[in-house]
């Protein structure tokens, strides 16, 4: 099957510093990449759409002056968290969409996740 | 708004009795439900899923009901067994569009 990457699976940074969470596609090529997050028992909340070659779509209340993406390449897109503070931290999950595995509208593959912890 | 809703955190069943578990939605626009079976620390993983035209999904143990009217789905799990224990996370989506998630219900199998 499809698997989907993620690295690191964990970062602890200083607040004002900036991470940067990598989103790769193993053994497929992902036009498209989702970023999401998790905060505690809560739900998985999109955060933008990552599309090879183009800007990426944020959903509204996410800044995109904050969380930069980049999809660089058909199997690699980068959340960059600039200056990050406490309120960041959470648990931030990719997924990519591979049209030809897909089936029944399950074509989005999920990465392992990265904990990020400001102080 | 919360566009997806599971309104049980947590359900507790026996094993080998039949878990259900609900999700209503609000946006008619979704032609496509997910649902997803998800651990602590780790990237959600896909169980089953059904078309908006579609009524009923059937994979194994794992059947999908969905009430268009009501706007309302099922996941029906059975037997259960211990291996389910889990948090459930019901989605949707329109088109190819990032997926919609419900809060979750946390699934405690029993003995």
């Known amino acids: 099957g499809a698997v989907v990457s993620q690295h690191p699976s964990w970062v602890i940074c200083k607040s004002g510093t900036s991470v940067k969470i990598e989103c790769r596609s193993l053994d497929f090529q992902a036009t498209t990449m989702f970023w999401y997050r998790q905060f505690p028992k809560q739900s998985l909340m999109l955060m933008a759409t990552?599309?090879?070659?183009?800007?990426?779509?944020?959903e509204q209340g996410v800044e995109k002056d904050k969380f930069l993406i980049n999809h660089a390449s058909l199997t690699l897109s980068t959340l960059t968290v600039t200056s990050a503070h406490p309120e960041d931290s959470s648990f931030y999950i990719c997924s990519a969409r591979d049209f030809e595995f897909g089936q029944g509208g399950n074509e989005q593959f999920f990465g392992p996740g990265t904990r990020l912890t400001v102080l | 708004d919360q566009q997806v809703k599971q309104n049980s955190p947590s359900l507790s069943v026996q094993e080998g009795r039949i878990s259900i578990l609900n999700c209503d939605y609000t946006n008619s626009m979704f032609d496509y439900f997910l649902w997803y079976k998800k651990y602590p620390a780790e990237g959600p993983t896909f169980l089953i899923s059904?078309?908006?035209?579609?009524d009923k999904n059937e994979d194994g143990r794992f059947t999908v009901f969905l009430n268009k009217s009501a706007k309302h789905l099922s996941l029906h799990i059975v037997p259960s067994q211990p291996g389910d224990s889990a948090v459930y996370f019901c989605a949707a989506r329109v088109r190819a569009d990032g997926l919609t998630f419900g809060k979750g219900t946390h699934l405690i199998i029993q003995p």
């Open positions: 059904i078309s908006s035209i579609k």
């Open positions: 990552s599309n090879e070659g183009s800007k990426a779509t944020y």
